[in-house]
């Protein structure tokens, strides 16, 4: 069984430029959810997405955006970066259905914006 | 809304001493209640979790908590601490549909002196 991946590991960025993170969700998941992880603190609710959709969202802002794929993988994707987006990006998948479900997380993905 | 917080940005013990680490929540209905440990450069990893079943809740690596709704706390303990244990730990909370993610504490520090 195939854990959480997200690629890439580590990302540099200038403020204003776009960005794409991207998540394989564990087998036989169906539904992501999308977390920024400031340093030193817990992580924060982004978004989720089930059947392709965005099915929650967190109080983030527009420029933040995603896309669930047929085979439940997933992209992040950030617009106009500012300083404050640097962070870690964790990806979780979990089975659809209750707060209950276990999510699972992938290793993340540190953004830093310069 | 929800929210959690985590008394004690950093908690140091004695290896073999008792470990406790203090969660309270707030929640508007009942909630999921969850513990994730992270080790350094890597993701999260589940300890355990409430689910209105039991309140006592036994998790991996010797770890257990309990619920106590007239507290509104979720304290995370263990008998024996082992080196191995250093790391930082977050508490989480959702309520029942899942669509809002999870809400993180800021979590605390663990560290283990020998």
């Known amino acids: 069984e195939t854990g959480v991946t997200q690629s890439p590991t580590h990302l540099i960025k200038t403020r204003g430029q776009q960005v794409t993170l991207r998540c394989s969700s564990q087998?036989?998941?169906?539904?992501v959810s999308w977390y920024q992880q400031a340093l030193g603190q817990g992580p924060q609710f982004i978004f989720q997405y089930y059947r392709e959709e965005e099915n929650g969202r967190g109080n983030f802002p527009p420029r933040f955006s995603g896309l669930q794929f047929p085979n439940y993988s997933s992209e992040l994707n950030v617009n106009a970066l500012e300083l404050d987006d640097s962070a870690l990006y964790l990806c979780?998948?979990?089975?659809?259905?209750?707060?209950?479900?276990?999510?699972?997380f992938g290793p993340g993905t540190r953004l830093t914006v310069l | 809304a929800q929210s959690v917080t985590q008394l004690g940005s950093h908690v140091s013990v004695s290896e073999g001493a008792l470990v406790l680490l203090r969660c309270n929540y707030s929640s508007s209905v009942p909630p999921y209640l969850f513990w994730y440990v992270q080790y350094p450069n890597q993701g999260l990893q589940l300890l355990l979790k409430y689910t209105s079943a039991a309140t006592l809740v036994k998790g991996i690596n010797g770890f257990e908590a309990e619920f106590k709704k007239s507290e509104t706390s979720f304290h995370l303990t263990k008998p024996s601490a082992h080196m191995s244990d250093a790391a930082e730990y977050f508490c989480a909370v959702t309520r029942g549909g899942g669509a809002d993610g999870l809400t993180f504490g800021k979590g605390t520090h663990l560290i283990i002196q020998p």
């Open positions: 979780a998948s979990s089975l659809y259905g209750g707060g209950h479900n276990e999510q699972f």
């Open positions: 087998s036989g998941h169906n539904t």
